[in-house]
Each structure stands twice: as structure tokens, then as C-alpha cells.
């Protein structure tokens, strides 16, 4: 019996392994063609095609993607829309996921009279469209003075990302015993020190996936990059659509490869460095 319990378990595993690893090589494929193109000149991609491998590997494309390579008009490679995009990714990650923890405290654990309400209205911004927000957007942002700045940016993205914090600390922040609440308010805490004492300390897990959410999705963000933005106040997705779209010279295939990696590089890192923490704090409750 236990050999035949140990035959179907390998049996199962010789069966599951290879169909992921090939799952994970279909995906892989367009990273890995990007990759190679990065390093071929304009020469070796025009003389066959997008897809093979560099007959020698030319690191100068990376330095002319980063700072050499004209995008509208600029000459200044994808340099200063990275600076943009990292301007407004970090304050409004650090900024959303904030309000997100206190708004989740508040509609969890400091109970108040049409809560319930106030949390739908807030997560029904998870269900809207980016594309009925751009009307009210523009007229927000031209009657406060924030057209085209990295503010204004910064100032969507974080309105935008509290439907998700707010989402995900509220979600956490139910499992914490009323007893701990309860407790601080008999010893004297008022709301701002029992969140900084008491649920702070035990929000760790779940703030570090609301941080790697919004930065990814700030980051990656394109529709309000593109409307709200132009020259060097940009984000870095909306200078590749530029980069993508200019005919005033050849395509250099090879450039715009660096570019797209370069550009990509903040987010793997996250996912790298983060991904774990992520699922980790998607399963875990505040208190076991």
C-alpha cells in the first residue's frame, strides 16, 4: 500500500511539475525575447527579425534608453520621467496606504452610527471605472490649480488607492478583539493613541501588502499619466507610449527594450524583494 501511495504521488508531481514549468515558459517567453532584444543592435534585429539571439550583446543600449534616446522631443533618454514616476508613486503609496489604516481602524474597531454606509460608499470606488473619473478629474484639478503637476497626480492616485486601503485594513483590522479596544478606552486612550499603541504594532503584515498594491498600480498606471501630464511631469508609461509612437526615427527596437526593462525594473524588484510579504499578509489575521 505504501508503495502504491508513493508511485501516485510521483505519478501526480511528474504530472503537475512539467505543466507548470511550461506554464511558466509560456509566460516567460516575451520577457526573455525582450531581454535579447535589448542587447541587439539596429543592425541584427533589421537584417533578420524581433526574435533570436544577439550576435554581440551591446550594453550601449541600456545608457542610451536611460539617457540618451529622444521621446518627444527630449533627447534625455527615460531618466526624468523615472524621477516623475517615482515622485508620485512613493508620497502617494505612503499617503493612501495611511488614510487606508486609519479609515480601516475607524470602520472596524471604533464603531460609529451609519459606518456601514460610509464603508460602501468608500469601496464602491473600487467598481468605478478609471474612465468616468476623467471628466471630474479635469475640472477638480484646473479649479485647485494642479493641472499638469506631479501634485495633481499625486492627488488622484491617492483619492483613488483609499477605496482599496481602506478595504484591506478594515478587513484585517475586524479579526483584532473589541476587548483590546475596550481596554485602552478604560485606561484612558483616545482614538489617534490607541490606533499608534494598539493597532499599529499589529498592522505590519497588511500594510506592507496595501504598499506593494498601490505602488504597483501607481506605478503601472497609464490613463491619468497620459491625460493629466505632458513634457517631463510625465510618468514613465506614458513617455514609453511616446517613445512608442515617435516616427521621426527609426525604430530602434533594441532602445526601446532597455526602456520597457528599465521601466519595468522598480516593480520586479517589489515583487522580488515583497511578493512573499504579500501573500503572507493576505492570509494572515491581525491576532491569532
Same mark, same amino acid.
Given at each position: 500500500m505504501r508503495d502504491a501511495a508513493t508511485l501516485s504521488r510521483a505519478g501526480r508531481y511528474g504530472f503537475v511539475y512539467p505543466v507548470l514549468l511550461a506554464f511558466a515558459a509560456f509566460f516567460l517567453i516575451p520577457m526573455v525575447v525582450v531581454i535579447l532584444n535589448s542587447l541587439r543592435s539596429f543592425e541584427d534585429i533589421a537584417q533578420s527579425s524581433v526574435l533570436g539571439l544577439p550576435r554581440t550583446f551591446l550594453w550601449r543600449n541600456w545608457s542610451d534608453a536611460w539617457s540618451g534616446y529622444c521621446i518627444a522631443g527630449a533627447c534625455s533618454g527615460i531618466r526624468p520621467y523615472m524621477w516623475s514616476s517615482i515622485a508620485i508613486a512613493i508620497p502617494a503609496t505612503v $499617503?493612501? %496606504?495611511l488614510i487606508g489604516a486609519i479609515n480601516g481602524y475607524a470602520l472596524s474597531l471604533w464603531r460609529f452610527r451609519g459606518d456601514a454606509l460610509v464603508f460602501a460608499v468608500i469601496t464602491f470606488g473600487v467598481f468605478l471605472p478609471a474612465q468616468m473619473k476623467l471628466v471630474p478629474w479635469a475640472i477638480t484639478l484646473r479649479e485647485i490649480g494642479l493641472s499638469n503637476s506631479l501634485g495633481g497626480l499625486i492627488l488622484i492616485h491617492t483619492v483613488g488607492g483609499l477605496s482599496f486601503t481602506t478595504l484591506f485594513c478594515r478587513n484585517y483590522y475586524v479579526s483584532i478583539p473589541q476587548d483590546l479596544i475596550r481596554a485602552a478606552r478604560i485606561d484612558g486612550a483616545g482614538f489617534y493613541? %490607541?490606533?499608534?499603541r494598539i493597532v499599529l504594532p !499589529?498592522? *505590519? *503584515? $497588511?500594510l506592507i501588502v496595501t504598499v506593494i498594491w498601490q505602488f504597483t498600480n501607481i506605478w503601472n498606471e497609464f490613463l491619468f499619466g497620459v491625460t493629466f501630464s505632458e513634457g517631463a511631469n510625465r510618468p514613465v508609461t506614458a513617455a514609453l507610449m511616446a517613445l512608442n509612437a515617435n516616427i521621426a526615427? =527609426?525604430?530602434?527596437?533594441?532602445?526601446?527594450? =532597455?526602456a520597457v526593462l528599465l521601466a =519595468? !525594473? *522598480?516593480t520586479l524588484l517589489v515583487y522580488i524583494f515583497g511578493g512573499k510579504?504579500? !501573500?503572507r499578509g493576505l492570509t494572515t489575521g491581525a491576532v491569532r
Open positions: $499617503i493612501s %496606504t493613541r %490607541t490606533f499608534r !499589529l498592522s *505590519p *503584515p $497588511i526615427q =527609426a525604430r530602434e527596437y533594441g532602445v526601446e527594450s =532597455a =519595468a !525594473l *522598480p510579504y504579500f !501573500l
